[in-house]
């Protein structure tokens, strides 16, 4: 699937804001052999193709010089509505390999949690691999089916990538593990030794009835 996004040359001093009120996004370009070049593009086309590409798939952008192949870098996200407002695209060489971090998705069942009731702990959510731009996975996707033991786990090592992918990550490194669910402990409230309340009570009650029975001696009254 080839996705095309139309870019325009972007005067890098000019106002965003007006750009951003007719629906345009600012962007930049740049790569090994490409000098960094300002860009606008339109918004809708950016957010159709981050969403069906991400930021592992190839874009194919269509400039007044030419078409290049091109990967999402960056982008900056506003902190309010979280729309992005500016985008950085990485312009690959044709032919060589790239190293890249592709998103993990864990599919299947664990007989582990489903029938020994552990619980999914998710060491890694990408893994860091090297291929050609061309066969770059959109995801790499992990089953975690296999893990029929509490305590067990996936290494990087373990999982079968695409052709034409290497591994790129330390390959001992923990994916994924089902750990052992801990029981939550109930702490009992203590329960209270009514009858040494009773005593106390007593002894107080004793004692004021002592203190009032005492008569002031000479000199203790205040004239």
């Known amino acids: 699937?080839?996705?095309?996004?139309?870019?325009?040359?972007?005067?890098?001093?000019?106002k965003l804001k007006n750009l951003r009120k007719e629906e345009f996004l600012p962007a930049v370009y740049y790569g090994h052999k490409n000098k960094?070049?300002?860009?606008?593009?339109?918004?809708?086309?950016?957010?159709?193709?981050?969403?069906?590409a991400g930021e592992s798939t190839v874009i194919n952008l269509v400039t007044p010089e030419g078409e290049l192949g091109a990967l999402i870098h960056d982008i900056d996200l506003d902190p309010l509505t979280n729309e992005p407002r500016h985008a950085d695209f990485y312009i690959f060489e044709k032919g060589h390999k790239i190293e890249i971090e592709i998103p993990i998705e864990f599919v299947g069942i664990s007989p582990a949690i489903k029938d020994l009731g552990g619980s999914l702990i998710k060491i890694l959510r990408t893994l860091k691999i090297e291929s050609e731009p061309s066969n770059l996975p959109h995801q790499i996707e992990v089953d975690i089916s296999s893990i029929t033991e509490l305590e067990g786990q996936i290494l990087a090592k373990d999982i079968?990538?695409?052709?034409?992918?290497?591994?790129?990550?330390?390959?001992?490194e923990v994916v994924v593990t089902v750990a052992t669910a801990k029981e939550e402990e109930i702490e009992e409230a203590p329960v209270a030794d009514l009858s040494q309340i009773e005593v106390e009570k007593k002894g107080k009650k004793e004692a004021d009835s002592t203190e009032s029975s005492v008569e002031p001696k000479e000199g203790d009254s205040k004239e």
């Open 36 to 52: 960094s070049t300002s860009i606008q593009i339109k918004k809708s086309d950016f957010l159709k193709a981050w969403k069906n």
């Open 160 to 172: 079968i990538l695409p052709k034409g992918v290497e591994l790129v990550e330390n390959p001992d």
């Open 1 to 14: 699937m080839t996705i095309n996004i139309k870019a325009e040359k972007r005067d890098k001093f000019g």
